[in-house]
Antibody, heavy 123, light 108 residues
Framework: EVQLVESGGGLVQPGGSLRLSCAAS????????MDWVRQAPGKGLEWVGR??????????EYAASVKGRFTISRDDSKNSLYLQMNSLKTEDTAVYYC??????????????WGQGTLVTVSS | SYELTQPPSVSVSPGQTARITCSGD??????AYWYQQKPGQAPVLVIY???ERPSGIPERFSGSSSGTTVTLTISGVQAEDEADYYC???????????FGGGTKLTVL
């Protein structure tokens, strides 16, 4: 069974930093593209960014709203995905989901999702 | 920045067909993906690459594409299909991904 479990959320002051983790199991993590998606309270989904797999050189892409502040990384030896968030703003308050491409090798839509972790940016 | 446009709401009676559209300038070049999200739950992928259905998704869910618009069709809508639906795609460069604003499907 595929499982994605996020951790690391919490309350942080504006300008602060936070690192989210996502532990994956039940599939060959190294073969899959991985995304972070967030959802502000009562709002829609917002794509945060992506890391591709080793075959595609672990390249990353980011939404304009987080580029230069957020960094996505992965450790295939630990089946883990990370999101380093710096210079946090109140508008970054959201539930953050890690999600995996439905099938290995390329992007086939986000077929597996974690339960999400809440990040609250407030003074 | 690139945008995908969805109607805020669609309402249908049980057994009828629901159609949810998503419009974007790059859709002729980029695939679209559709997600269903029920309150308090993570999204579920229901259509990938415009019209492919992941395993486990009922056949009543289908997708199509025409020019700058993609459509999610739910045939024989059931009460359990009441949810928010989001389309997702990329800009023409393929490097910036977005979700549509979401459509709330109400089953009357």
């Amino acid at each position: 069974e595929v499982q994605l479990v996020e951790s690391g959320g919490g309350l942080v002051q504006p300008g602060g930093s936070l690192r989210l983790s996502c532990a994956a199991s039940g599939f060959t993590f190294s073969d899959h593209y991985m995304d972070w998606v967030r959802q502000a309270p009562g709002k829609g989904l917002e794509w945060v960014g992506r890391t591709r797999n080793k075959a595609n050189s672990y390249t990353t892409e980011y939404a304009a709203s987080v580029k230069g502040r957020f960094t996505i990384s992965r450790d295939d030896s630990k089946n883990s995905l990370y999101l380093q968030m710096n210079s946090l703003k109140t508008e970054d308050t959201a539930v953050y989901y890690c999600a995996s491409s439905a099938y290995s090798g390329s992007y086939y839509g986000l077929g597996y999702w974690g339960q999400g972790t809440l990040v609250t940016v407030s003074s | 920045s690139y945008e995908l446009t969805q109607p805020p709401s669609v309402s249908v009676s049980p057994g009828q067909t629901a159609r949810i559209t998503c419009s974007g300038d790059a859709l002729p070049k980029q695939y679209a993906y559709w997600y269903q999200q029920k309150p308090g739950q993570a999204p579920v992928l229901v259509i990938y690459k415009d019209s492919e259905r992941p395993s486990g998704i009922p056949e009543r869910f289908s997708g199509s594409s025409s020019g700058t618009t993609v459509t999610l069709t739910i045939s024989g809508v059931q009460a359990e299909d009441e949810a928010d639906y989001y389309c997702q795609s990329a800009d023409s460069s393929g490097t910036s991904w977005v979700f549509g604003g979401g459509t709330k499907l109400t089953v009357l």
